[in-house]
């Protein structure tokens, strides 16, 4: 069996992609997202690990899916979210406060503050 693998450093469109598509299913159809609760947390997971990436287009749409995952407001969905927060949340600080310490580039200084 084959396995596919690409150095995602020399593809940081493909991480973009991926979190503007995910960042879309959060908002037009959330149920899916939810659905699988395990995927759901290693997508989180990633945003974090994407964070900390010095390509600026795929650091922001993980910061944009993490937002907006964060900013869910409905209350069906809110153990869900907690559990996620529960698990990822130190990691996330500081993964963000690291990117902003670290130099990462200026444009995304104010966003990854947001973030916070």
Wanted: charged share 15%.
């Amino acid at each position: 069996q084959k396995t596919f693998q690409i150095d995602i450093n020399q593809r940081p469109d493909i991480l973009k992609n991926f979190f503007d598509m995910l960042l879309q299913a959060l908002k037009h159809c959330p149920s899916v997202v939810y659905s699988a609760p395990d995927l759901l947390a290693q997508f989180f997971k990633s945003g974090i690990v994407v964070l900390g990436f010095s390509e600026r287009l795929a650091s922001h749409s993980a910061s944009n899916f993490i937002s907006a995952f964060v900013s869910q407001n409905s209350i069906k969905l809110r153990p869900q979210i907690t559990h996620i927060l529960s698990l990822y949340l130190q990691p996330l600080i500081r993964r963000i406060i690291s990117a902003i310490i670290g130099g990462h580039p200026g444009p995304m200084i104010p966003h990854l503050s947001d973030l916070l």
